[in-house]
């Protein structure tokens, strides 16, 4: 039985939740005091967060930062924000998927589910986390707090590589053989047009030196 934690502050759309995942086999805490969060989580370690984003105190953004540093978790944001700007935010902090409110039932469970299965481990993870970025392999995006960009095929692998390495210097050489691994067909120039255009979109994002060149090494995240 997987664990589902709710952090909602809508009485009758707590309440309906809790009793929906209970039905469907679920284990569920709905909280009912919004102090010490992070505390209650990590007692009923969940398997999965479904996150407000109005709540009394602290809102569901800050709130999803915190929970970020103390436990390894899924977070599914549900919400009758609809803006494409609160978004953006939520999946930059590390929110895992995006509902609105009124949501149909059915899809919420298929995003649960989807959710759930990725965090397993018992799949290639589709969203790598590192240095303040958020890449999703899926949708070719990676997003930071301020907004999310489209990378082209090559700069995903290039990007990807080098967020699974952060902190590590990952040479010229090891980035070419990963993209002729997956049968991107590459020399040292393209190589080299790749990275200029994906610091480029990095930039735009708020992270001008996201990519640091070790001079005769190769690149750094």
């Not at 105190?57 to 609809?82: E, H, N, Y």
């Not at 998927?97 to 649960?112: C, E, F, G, N, Q």
């Not at 999310?148 to 010229?172: P, Q, W, Y």
């Given at each position: ?26 284990r ?59 978004e ?15 949501y ?12 759930l ?105």
């Amino acid at each position: 039985m997987q664990n589902i934690m709710i952090i909602e502050d809508d009485p009758s759309t707590r309440e309906e939740l809790a009793l929906l995942l209970g039905n469907e086999g679920y284990r569920t805490l709905a909280v009912t005091e919004f102090t010490d969060i992070a505390k209650q989580a990590k007692a009923f370690c969940p398997d999965l967060i479904l996150l407000d984003i109005n709540l009394p105190g602290q809102d569901g953004f800050l709130l999803c930062a915190g929970l970020r540093k103390s436990v390894s978790v899924p977070v599914i944001f549900v919400t009758s924000r609809d803006c494409g700007q609160d978004e953006v935010r939520a999946l930059g902090l590390g929110g895992d998927d995006y509902i609105t409110k009124p949501y149909s039932v059915p899809v919420l469970l298929a995003r649960m589910k989807a959710v759930l299965r990725r965090g397993s481990g018992g799949e290639s993870p589709e969203v790598i986390s590192a240095r303040g970025l958020r890449l999703d392999l899926i949708k070719g995006t990676v997003a930071t707090e301020t907004g999310v960009m489209l990378l082209t095929r090559n700069e995903l692998k290039i990007l990807a590589c080098l967020m699974e390495h952060a902190g590590e210097i990952v040479s010229r050489a090891s980035l070419i053989d990963t993209l002729w691994d997956n049968q991107i067909y590459i020399d040292d120039n393209t190589l080299s047009v790749n990275v200029t255009r994906l610091r480029g979109k990095l930039a735009e994002l708020g992270l001008p030196d996201g990519i640091k060149t070790r001079r005769g090494m190769g690149y750094q995240l």
